[in-house]
């Protein structure tokens, strides 16, 4: 049983719009919210994170938006590059539960 | 260099061989875990070493036992290989005392034939 959902499975965008992948979590103990990008042969990198005490976090491109309420968490990618081009992945982990979950992943492409 | 490095990177084996899958990072961090990567699942833990002498099972552990040689070095042993352990294997490390981001290696391409 995932605990973390995620969706969509794949995506396509046009190059300069925005990419959205959402995911949706039951542990109310998670406390720390990860996303992973990752490229063909290569081991997964941390993208950006957030933690509930706020509901937002933005690094360059790359928003997280959280809802606490809704267990919600989603990645905005604004003015998608093909370079963007990669698997996403959302993940969670609790402050006393070293088991990161991870959610199924999301195959992005942006086109030129 | 790389900081999490993993060998070999791939392997193909036969039903019944055993495997072990190594990882050694330069991080100086203490936390390591072993993932395997299947299509549609993400990643899965198998198993996390806090320390030396420290081991615990992750989500989907059967079949699957390791060993922490040093701080530096994590090694996943698949005792009886079978075929549903045909996955992607990736070693991560991670600094703890409230730092999560976890660090992973390049990954394992493990065939079971």
């Known amino acids: 049983q995932q605990q973390v959902k995620q969706s969509p499975q794949s995506l396509i965008v046009q190059k300069g719009g925005i990419s959205i992948i959402n995911c949706a979590y039951e542990n109310t103990a998670f406390d720390y919210f990860p996303w992973y990008q990752q490229f063909p042969g290569k081991g997964p990198a941390l993208l950006i994170a957030?933690?509930?005490?706020?509901s937002e976090k933005k690094e360059g491109r790359f928003t997280i938006s959280f809802n606490k309420s809704a267990k919600q968490f989603s990645l905005h990618i604004m003015d998608s590059q093909p370079g963007d081009s990669a698997t996403y992945f959302c993940?969670?982990?609790?402050?006393?539960?070293?088991?990161?979950?991870f959610g199924a992943g999301t195959r992005l492409t942006v086109k030129p | 260099d790389a900081d999490v490095t993993q060998t070999p990177r791939n392997r193909i084996t036969k039903t019944g061989k055993r495997i072990m899958l190594e990882c050694s990072q330069t991080?100086?961090?203490?936390?390591m875990y072993w993932y395997r990567q299947d299509p549609g699942l993400g990643l899965r833990l198998i198993y996390y070493?806090?320390?030396?002498?420290?081991?615990n099972k992750g989500e989907i552990s059967d079949g699957y036992s390791v060993s922490r040689q040093a701080q530096a070095k994590f090694s996943l042993s698949l005792e009886s290989a079978i075929p549903n352990q045909t996955a992607l294997y990736f070693c991560?490390?991670?600094?703890?005392?409230?730092?999560?981001?976890?660090?992973f290696g390049p990954g394992t391409r493990l065939t079971v034939l």
């Open positions: 070493s806090f320390d030396v002498k420290d081991i």
């Open positions: 993940a969670a982990l609790g402050a006393h539960n070293n088991d990161m979950r």
């Open positions: 991080k100086g961090h203490d936390r």
């Open positions: 991560a490390t991670s600094k703890g005392g409230g730092q999560d981001e976890q660090f």
């Open positions: 957030i933690r509930p005490d706020v």
